[in-house]
């Protein structure tokens, strides 16, 4: 089985090609995608040449982890069924020599059961959008966390971490955008440009813009005991001084990828109603589009998320 894909071959050198998928193993679904989304965190990385070493990274690769679409094969033992829908967080299913490391953006992709999640069809291209979602959510949850009361950035990540605290019954937080064309959007909470806000004692400060720099200027924000959590992804070095830091007691904690159980807790959520992603796909292109879609996205600072469409590919 062969299929159109997504190619990254090296940086800025990105095009639509063919390429065969590994046949199917036991326990693997086969999907065809609709949708998928463009990461404008780690695959604008890839996609600059600017990633640190990273394990299985290089190139050939297809990038994304995004990827919402319509099971078209699976055995009877999977547990799924063909017309049913899911989400994927990219898939390792190509060969011709091709890295799957991310490998969602495909027009069919191989993977296993255990590794979607179903969701209704309607969800549409907002279905691409559930691991960030998670991601966001896997930031908040956990022992001895507190939400934020404070975010920077109201890109995609910074409103879904602002939602989600308004959907757990928190004080709607503060939210610090720099570019004036980024603070509409906001859904029963604040945003302001930092150079507007007095505040010093914020509890718990969230940092979704991956800005290098910053963590100083957030540390003297904090109250004594405060958290600044780190939920953007860093290139370079992350420095602070330390002596406000030694005075304000601070506590610094990095938030990872998605889990699992917030992949289940975050479907829930918006099956619920109470997490809406209305909003967050400001751009769709087709698939045929996609090096005008990924210049775009990394570019154009109005994209808060791009949409591959794929329903035009075989």
Not at 66 to 71: D, I, N, P, R, T
Request: proline share 6%; glycine share 12%; net charge negative.
């Amino acid at each position: 089985m062969r299929t159109t894909a997504v190619i990254l071959s090296g940086p800025r050198d990105l095009a639509l090609g063919n390429l065969g998928l590994k046949a199917p193993a036991d326990g693997d679904i086969v999907v065809q995608v609709h949708h998928s989304g463009i990461s404008t965190g780690t695959e604008k990385l890839f996609y600059t040449g600017t990633m640190p070493p990273f394990p299985g990274m290089g190139y050939p690769l297809v990038p994304g982890y995004e990827s919402f679409g319509e099971v078209v094969e699976a055995a009877p033992d999977t547990g799924f069924r063909v017309g049913e829908f899911v989400f994927v967080p990219g898939a390792n299913c190509f060969e011709d020599n091709v890295k799957g490391l991310f490998g969602g953006a495909s027009r069919h992709l191989v993977t296993q059961t255990s590794r979607v999640a179903r969701l209704d069809r309607g969800a549409g291209a907002e279905g691409a959008l559930l691991a960030l979602a998670a991601t966001a959510r896997h930031a908040l949850a956990g022992f001895n966390t507190a939400l934020p009361d404070l975010i920077v950035g109201h890109g995609t990540l910074g409103r879904l971490l602002a939602r989600l605290t308004v959907a757990a019954g928190g004080k709607p937080p503060t939210v610090w955008e720099v570019n004036p064309a980024r603070r509409d959007g906001a859904m029963g909470y604040e945003v302001i440009d930092p150079a507007d806000d007095p505040r010093r004692d914020y509890k718990a400060i969230y940092d979704a813009s991956g800005a290098k720099g910053l963590l100083d200027q957030l540390i003297m924000r904090l109250a004594k005991g405060g958290e600044v959590v780190l939920a953007g992804f860093y290139t370079e070095p992350v420095a602070f001084a330390f002596p406000p830091a030694f005075m304000r007691e601070a506590r610094i904690r990095i938030a990872s990828e998605w889990s699992p159980d917030d992949l289940v807790a975050t479907r829930a959520l918006i099956e619920s109603g109470d997490l809406s992603l209305a909003g967050l796909v400001t751009h769709t292109r087709t698939a045929s589009d996609a090096t005008d879609a990924y210049r775009t996205a990394f570019e154009d600072a109005d994209c808060l998320k791009m949409i591959l469409d794929w329903s035009a590919e075989a």
